[in-house]
């Protein structure tokens, strides 16, 4: 008779059970922690290839103040519209602190 499951383990292995098996790199991770966070796992290719496209410090910030919203129904397009704000103005808070 195997071992059962812990009920834990059952509810990780159900509630991400379309996560990408094969994350070799580091960019994969971050991208799917990402989507994770944002609720938006529908869409883990997008963040995987922002991961790897985009500078870590502006997706730090975009989700840093995408998680201010606890109560937005889409935090994904609050993350999106802020990633799209700070390409345009080129400038992080960190960046503008420092100066």
Do not use: C
Request: positive net charge; glycine residues 4%; charged residues 35%.
């Amino acid at each position: 008779m195997g071992k059962m499951k812990s009920i834990k383990n059952i509810i990780s292995e159900t509630k991400h059970k379309d996560r990408p098996k094969n994350l070799s790199k580091e960019f994969q991770v971050y991208g799917v922690y990402l989507a994770e966070s944002l609720d938006d796992t529908k869409h883990y290719s997008l963040y995987i290839k922002l991961a790897k496209e985009v500078d870590r410090k502006i997706l730090e910030e975009a989700l840093t103040y995408t998680k201010e919203y606890y109560s937005a129904k889409s935090k994904a397009k609050i993350f999106m519209w802020k990633l799209k704000e700070l390409k345009l103005t080129g400038k992080t808070a960190r960046d503008n602190a420092s100066h």
